[in-house]
């Protein structure tokens, strides 16, 4: 199925909405080496849309983590649950940041799943190019 393509307004939006910032890990685009890309948080290939309020931004490592999933294993419980969803859910209520700023961490099954499917915390350059966001003062976010 060919996808069709997100109106430039559209777009527009979604980037405003999101502070130009990634929903899963907060990169801001002013520090990302590479434009952050519109996601569908439900997939397209999983019955999803290009309607706004199904799209969000998020940097090309996350994006690429996610991929098709809609849902993820909670490290705790071992159950399924839905990912993250940064257009409806606060992000603060599910993850917070380790100490040094490297690490997410969840505090909910929705936080913890989310952070496994899209590596997170455990991605080597992610982590690598935080170390030198913490230095210079940019990470962790605090909104």
């Avoid at 434009?35 to 849309?49: A, N, T, Y």
């Avoid at 839905?82 to 700023?101: A, C, S």
Wanted: charged share 25%; proline share 6%; net charge neutral.
């Amino acid at each position: 199925m060919a996808r069709s393509r997100i109106p430039v307004e559209v777009e527009r939006r979604v980037r405003a909405s999101a502070r130009n910032r990634c929903g899963y890990c907060l990169s801001p685009q002013h520090l990302v080496m590479a434009r952050l890309e519109i996601e569908h948080i439900i997939p397209i290939s999983r019955g999803g849309s290009n309607d706004e309020l199904n799209l969000w931004l998020a940097c090309p490592l996350c994006n690429r983590y996610k991929s098709d999933k809609i849902t993820g294993v909670d490290s705790e419980t071992g159950e399924t649950v839905k990912l993250f969803n940064p257009r409806t859910q606060v992000l603060f209520e599910h993850f917070y940041w380790t100490e040094d700023g490297l690490r997410i961490v969840g505090k909910t099954p929705i936080g913890r799943a989310t952070i496994a499917a899209l590596h997170l915390s455990d991605d080597p350059d992610a982590l690598e190019v935080r170390s030198y966001w913490v230095i210079a003062g940019w990470h962790p976010p605090k909104d």
